[in-house]
């Protein structure tokens, strides 16, 4: 089982939807996640940072976590064409000194259409 | 701010020849940054940890006299693919981690194409 599940897509959805991306983890040491944005080629955009369970909110940009279930949530409110794009989610447990090593889930590619 | 740079954004290398990536942070210090490897509609696997002044910290299954990492720099860390093989041919992400705000986050190179022919 891999540590974070990520449902791959791709997930087609009309100018102006809500989009819903979801990832669910097992391992319980993981305390920070966030949502990053990946174009064709390009490295990730960070978009999302959260530490906490519960909401986050960012302009257009809905960041969710619950930790008791082991499953957070972005979601992208007014969908524009130029959110197209694969959405992966990361998250990292508390370390003392170092880097946070990151694990990703697979991503979602998402293709919103005029 | 927070700007990584990635160079080459593209290499054709012939098999047994050795490629040099550069990862750098152009306006913030990064005492540690990441090496990915990304297969095409895959995440991205971390390959080591780059720490600046010492050696570099290999994920499981990574091979360190195949992948060197030399952090020489706050600014600067590099990833030579020695005599790559067409497996190795991937997209290779860097990352640079800062800490602001009582976090530390990861900000993403664009990433090298590599090509083995």
């Known amino acids: 089982q891999k540590e974070v599940e990520q449902d791959p897509g791709p997930l087609s959805v009309p100018e102006g939807a809500i989009v819903s991306l979801n990832c669910t983890y097992s391992?319980?040491?993981?305390?920070?996640f966030m949502w990053y944005r990946q174009y064709s080629r390009k490295g990730p955009e960070l978009l999302m940072y959260t530490y906490s369970s519960g909401n986050k909110e960012d302009g257009r940009f809905t960041a969710q976590v619950d930790k008791s279930s082991k499953y957070i949530s972005l979601f992208i409110r007014d969908s524009q064409p130029s959110d197209s794009a694969t959405y992966l989610c990361?998250?990292?447990?508390?370390?003392?000194?170092?880097?946070?090593?990151?694990?990703f889930g697979t991503g979602t590619q998402l293709k919103v259409e005029l | 701010g927070a700007v990584v740079s990635q160079h080459p954004s593209w290499v054709i290398c012939k098999s047994g020849t050795s490629v040099k990536i550069e990862c750098r942070s152009l306006d913030f210090q990064a005492t540690t940054m990441f090496w990915y490897r990304q297969f095409p509609k895959q995440s991205l696997m971390l390959m080591a940890t780059s720490n600046e002044g010492s050696k570099a910290t290999y994920e499981q299954g990574v091979e360190k006299d195949k992948f060197l990492i030399n952090h020489a720099s706050l600014t600067l860390s590099t990833l030579t693919v020695t005599s790559a093989h067409p497996e190795d041919s991937s997209f290779y992400i860097c990352s640079a981690q800062r800490y602001q705000g009582a976090r530390n986050i990861q900000y993403f190179g664009a990433g090298t194409r590599l090509s083995v022919l």
């Open positions: 391992n319980s040491a993981f305390q920070y």
């Open positions: 990361a998250m990292s447990a508390l370390i003392t000194g170092g880097g946070n090593k990151l694990t």
